[in-house]
């Protein structure tokens, strides 16, 4: 079995700087591409940041120049958030892409932690 756990969410003022967390465990054989989505109460969830594993990273228009991913190793990644808006607001989800031991694709989603910017 295969999970991501995420951790580092809560309620900061605008302007302020949150860092999200996400590790995976379980019997993962590879993981090609770690992200992070988010999705605001009544919308879709929507691509934040995504990072491979050679280290190529992808923002959404939105977080460019305030948020960088990293890939910490091969089985955790963070997202530094830094000038958060009110609309930053959402629960975000870490996902990743990859093999398990068995060579069976997977793609995995954590639990969701709440960011919420206040103004």
């Known amino acids: 079995q295969v999970q991501l756990v995420e951790s580092g969410g809560g309620l900061v003022q605008a302007g302020g700087s949150l860092r999200l967390s996400c590790a995976a465990s379980g019997s993962w054989f590879s993981i090609n591409r770690m992200g992070w989505y988010r999705q605001a109460p009544g919308k879709q969830r929507d691509l934040v940041a995504v990072?491979?594993?050679?280290?190529?990273a992808n923002y959404a228009d939105s977080v460019k120049g305030r948020f960088t991913i990293s890939r910490d190793n091969a089985k955790n990644v963070s997202l530094q958030m830094n000038s958060l808006k009110p609309e930053d607001t959402a629960v975000y989800y870490c996902n990743a892409g990859g093999n398990s031991i068995s060579r069976r694709s997977l793609e995995v989603w954590g639990q969701g932690t709440l960011v919420t910017v206040s103004s």
């Open positions: 990072v491979t594993s050679g280290g190529s």
